[in-house]
């Protein structure tokens, strides 16, 4: 896959993410879409950091950890600071208690995803808001890079 | 909400554990929404549910620190905040 294939394909992931969030979820209200966004993020990220990857001449390893882990060396080259990279780091880690995570509810307009030992990840309207808008400065950043 | 209704999709045939006390905290949470926190019919529900998972007990607790925290806003976007974090909102 080529640099520009991925870029495009990041983009389509960031659309569809801002889509649901700013069309479908005001009329859905159901906080569980909330996941589905965050699902697209991680999608979106993913092929960012592919495209970098590939103008790089490296390969991109599956997953997004590996990816973030793969792209930290060239992170201030490609101006990722470093609150990107914990951001990505917080969509993976979204994810990944979402798989691991034996009770997950709604509460008002946050989707809940609760540990066995009940620590839990809150993903709010607010946390979403900021995390389109990282994502969307960092796939402007990449692309007009 | 009807109590039967949950009750019925708590026993349903083929469901884990997991499956039937997520339906219960869930069903809590929605009941909660619907008529009020400490409503009659909370309080009902809870009582009933709390008989078949003893996990209910800490649930609640869980979705009381999760009240108090939309009370004090947070998890509310306000005004500065995206710029705060230099996110321009446009």
Same mark, same amino acid.
């Given at each position: 896959?080529?640099?520009?294939?991925?870029? $495009?394909?990041?983009?389509?992931?960031?659309?569809?993410?801002?889509?649901?969030?700013?069309?479908?979820?005001?009329?859905?209200?159901?906080? #569980?879409?909330?996941?589905?966004?965050? #699902?697209?993020?991680?999608?979106?990220?993913?092929?960012?950091?592919?495209? /970098?990857?590939?103008?790089?001449?490296?390969?991109?390893? +599956?997953?997004?950890?590996?990816?973030?882990?793969?792209?930290?060396?060239?992170?201030?080259?490609?101006?990722?600071?470093?609150?990107?990279?914990?951001?990505?780091?917080? /969509?993976?880690?979204?994810?990944?208690?979402?798989?691991?995570?034996?009770?997950?509810?709604?509460?008002?307009?946050?989707?809940?995803?609760?540990?066995?030992?009940?620590?839990? +990840?809150?993903? $709010?309207?607010?946390?979403?808001? +900021?995390?389109?808008?990282?994502?969307?400065?960092?796939?402007?950043?990449?692309? $007009?890079? | 909400?009807?109590? %039967?209704?949950?009750? =019925?999709?708590? *026993?349903?045939?083929? =469901?884990?554990?997991?499956? !039937?006390? =997520? =339906?219960? &905290?869930?069903? *809590?949470? %929605?009941? !909660?929404?619907?008529?009020?926190?400490?409503? @009659?019919?909370?309080?009902?529900? *809870?009582? &009933?549910?709390?008989?078949?998972?003893?996990?209910?007990?800490? *649930?609640?607790? &869980?979705?009381?620190?999760?009240? @108090?925290?939309?009370?004090?806003?947070?998890?509310?976007?306000?005004?500065? %905040?995206?710029?705060?974090?230099?996110?321009?909102?446009?």
């Amino acid at each position: 896959m080529n640099n520009n294939s991925s870029l $495009s394909k990041a983009l389509d992931h960031f659309q569809t993410a801002d889509h649901l969030f700013h069309i479908t979820f005001p009329v859905s209200k159901d906080p #569980k879409l909330l996941l589905g966004i965050v #699902k697209s993020i991680s999608n979106c990220l993913e092929y960012t950091i592919e495209a /970098i990857l590939t103008k790089e001449k490296l390969t991109a390893p +599956e997953g997004l950890l590996k990816k973030i882990n793969a792209v930290r060396p060239l992170a201030v080259k490609h101006h990722l600071s470093n609150d990107d990279i914990v951001f990505m780091l917080r /969509i993976h880690e979204i994810l990944h208690l979402q798989k691991q995570s034996p009770m997950e509810f709604k509460r008002g307009n946050t989707h809940i995803i609760c540990s066995d030992d009940y620590d839990l +990840e809150i993903v $709010s309207t607010k946390d979403v808001e +900021e995390f389109l808008q990282r994502t969307k400065k960092i796939l402007h950043s990449i692309k $007009s890079a | 909400m009807d109590l %039967d209704k949950i009750m =019925t999709e708590i *026993y349903a045939p083929n =469901t884990t554990r997991d499956m !039937r006390l =997520t =339906t219960a &905290v869930c069903s *809590y949470s %929605d009941i !909660r929404n619907e008529y009020g926190n400490s409503s @009659a019919e909370a309080e009902k529900m *809870y009582a &009933v549910l709390a008989e078949i998972f003893p996990e209910m007990k800490k *649930y609640r607790e &869980v979705i009381d620190s999760l009240d @108090a925290g939309f009370a004090r806003g947070e998890f509310e976007l306000l005004p500065g %905040d995206l710029e705060s974090l230099g996110l321009k909102n446009e």
